[in-house]
């Protein structure tokens, strides 16, 4: 294609017809004021530059239209725009996108700081029960050792521990889940140094400098009452024992046979009591088997629930009312029940540490339940602290064989007797535990006295026959009707 | 005169010249807001035998703004059975959405959904008909559909 090659161009056109509002022009009739033409792309179409400028704006102020505002509809040519663009005007388009943007983040970070400030007040107040349960189950007195009131001298990990408390105490109950509702109490705190409270180390440099014997800051290898750890460990072995002797014991007041199948748990969620709103789930979906008797061979979570729960959990399930609905082990979640799990959950502390009480008030009349409790009257003297004993230590002149030894040796005696700081302590938490256990032991058998007492009713059920006095004798069909009936007293008008 | 009067009048003046293409028919055009024509497809299809009523509706803004399309459903017409139909008359067609372009008009839209109708294989309502048809607005225009290759889905 030469040079010379002469092109038209959209003025050289005789009609023209613009492809958006249709209008024409010809080129022997100029429309006045002279309105400008463009042909923007490769094909026949050309426009009033005037309209194609307002499609192209408002094609770009929609997003579905905006990828082809610059697009010719029919051969797809992409518009070339010339507009008067200084560096300001790309500079303040930029600044708008770059504020628009910052407007999405603070909106985002304020949607996350009104969740976070939420989450921060669920996480203050479960953290202020866990610290609250601490000292209710361990005693006043460890508290003060290993916690204090004040947050600053928590250890690091009491923020971790602390809110799992409740967390754990809930979901212990749940059939789902099985071990001892008080773990996050024990494993971190048996280990855990006493905070250094700046009266603290104080004291204890000045013992320092008084006494030159290194003792160990662990306890002696055996120790009574049992560490806790110990107990954690020995825990669940407890539990189940129980379980199963406690269950042999309530078919034999029953009379009824354990069963071995595997039981179906419904739960039903009818918060509001109310049929619509019900929510429907199945744990251990197997087939029920069927069988009008109640209270056979259910797994422990159900003993579990009863352990805390002095009303007993599920009381409609106990009876053998409807043998379906009793075989499915339907649990009825209303709103009541609901606050009495959670309640009586978070309660496990408080009733420990009442029963604690009681069985310390029992113990200054008897010697032996004194020296099975342990109770020791308080601590005097700063505690232990970890670091001294190193420090005083030539931990690095020990040969490795040494080291070895002492090592395991301090793993033991914390696994057997505890730190010393627990060991030295008034074993508070040893009585809650005993009367916790006391706790379950007296609600399992009150909730059986309860259990065996209805069926003794049930079994017991007579109905009392009564005379037809008062009835008109001659309605009845009798075996020896009375030869004389005018000398029978006439019927009483009741 | 408004851009739209004028160029709805130029569309009016031509279909009145040249005609409509077949199987199209205008059955009404009063005014520059609300139009309605008919539209049928001949020959062998699904839809050998029905006729159908198109609305077309037109904001001040036509041809820059699409026109509002919707099968009549009424006593005498019904919404074709087709994926891309809801059985309120609402059409899932791209260009009825952002493929519109000012270079389409009335008729062009007309023998657009002539042939969406012609090659439809399976008579069938799109999927969320029933959810879309439930809170559909009035004006189709208002709804965002999702345009896809087989199927339609709408978003109100």
């Not at chain 1, 004021?33 to 923007?40: T, Y």
């Amino acid at each position: 294609m030469s040079e010379q090659q002469w092109v038209p161009t959209v003025d050289d056109l005789r009609v023209k017809m613009c492809y958006i509002c249709r209008e024409e022009e010809h080129h022997d009739q100029p429309v006045e004021p002279p309105v400008a033409w463009v042909h923007p792309c490769n094909c026949t179409l050309v426009a009033h530059e005037s309209c194609l400028l307002s499609w192209i704006q408002s094609s770009q102020q929609d997003a579905s239209r905006a990828p082809n505002a610059l697009k010719c509809p029919q051969c797809g040519t992409i518009y070339e725009l010339e507009s008067y663009n200084p560096r300001t005007l790309r500079f303040l388009n930029k600044l708008n996108s770059v504020v628009s943007m910052a407007g999405k983040v603070v909106t985002v970070a304020g949607v996350s700081c009104v969740i976070a400030s939420f989450g921060f007040g669920v996480y203050i107040i479960l953290t202020s029960y866990g610290a609250y349960a601490v000292q209710e189950f361990l005693g006043k007195e460890f508290f003060d050792l290993v916690l204090t009131e004040d947050p600053s001298n928590w250890p690091w990990h009491a923020f971790i521990n602390l809110p799992l408390v409740p967390v754990s105490l809930i979901i212990s109950r749940t059939p789902l889940f099985e071990g001892f509702p008080l773990v996050p109490l024990f494993l971190a705190w048996t280990t855990s140094p006493p905070v250094q409270t700046t009266e603290r180390l104080m004291t204890a440099r000045w013992r320092r400098a008084m006494t030159s014997g290194a003792d160990t800051p662990w306890g002696p290898l055996i120790n009574w009452p049992p560490s806790p750890l110990m107990v954690t460990f020995l825990y669940p072995f407890v539990t189940k024992l129980y379980r199963r002797y406690f269950r042999r014991f309530q078919h034999w007041v029953m009379g009824t046979e354990p069963s071995t199948g595997t039981t179906v748990r419904r739960y039903v969620w009818a918060l509001n009591d109310d049929r619509n709103l019900q929510v429907q789930v199945d744990v251990n979906a197997l087939p029920a088997r069927e069988e009008g008797q109640q209270q056979q061979g259910r797994p422990q979570g159900n003993e579990e629930q009863q352990e805390v729960d002095p009303n007993g959990e599920e009381q409609e399930a106990e009876l053998p009312q409807d043998p379906a609905a009793v075989a499915e082990r339907t649990i009825r979640v209303t709103s009541a029940s609901l606050g009495r799990f959670v309640g009586g959950a978070l309660l496990i502390p408080k009733i420990s540490n009442w029963m604690g009480a009681i069985l310390f008030r029992l113990s200054k009349y008897s010697p032996l339940l004194r020296r099975f409790l342990a109770i020791r009257p308080p601590r005097t003297g700063a505690p232990e602290v970890f670091g001294k004993w190193f420090d005083s230590q030539p931990w690095s002149q020990m040969s490795v064989a040494r080291q070895l030894g002492v090592g395991v040796h301090m793993a033991l005696s914390v696994v057997g007797g505890g730190t010393k700081t627990f060991a030295e302590c008034d074993p508070v938490w040893w009585r809650n535990s005993v009367g916790l256990g006391i706790f379950v032991l007296a609600k399992d058998c009150v909730n059986l006295l309860h259990l065996y007492l209805t069926k003794r009713e049930i079994e017991t059920r007579r109905v009392k026959s009564r005379s037809f006095e008062g009835v008109d004798i001659k309605e009845l069909d009798l075996l020896n009707p009375p030869q004389n009936p005018a000398a029978l007293p006439l019927p009483t008008v009741a | 005169m408004a851009v739209s009067s004028r160029r709805l009048q130029k569309e009016l003046t031509e279909i009145k010249t040249a005609g409509t293409p077949c199987g199209i028919t205008l059955l009404k055009a009063d005014d520059f807001q609300t139009w309605f024509l008919s539209l049928e497809v001949l020959g062998e299809s699904q839809y050998k035998g029905e006729v159908f009523a198109l609305m077309f509706r037109f904001d001040p803004q036509y041809p820059i703004s699409a026109p509002a399309v919707q099968f009549v459903v009424d006593d005498k017409y019904k919404a074709p059975l087709h994926p891309h139909v809801y059985s309120n008359g609402h059409i899932c067609a791209s260009i009825l959405g952002g493929e519109w372009s000012p270079v389409l008009s009335v008729i062009a839209v007309c023998i657009t959904l002539q042939s969406m109708l012609a090659s439809c294989k399976e008579k069938k309502r799109p999927p969320d008909n029933d959810r879309y048809v439930a809170h559909a607005p009035d004006n189709p225009k208002k709804t965002r559909f999702v345009y896809h290759e087989s199927d339609s889905a709408a978003a109100p």
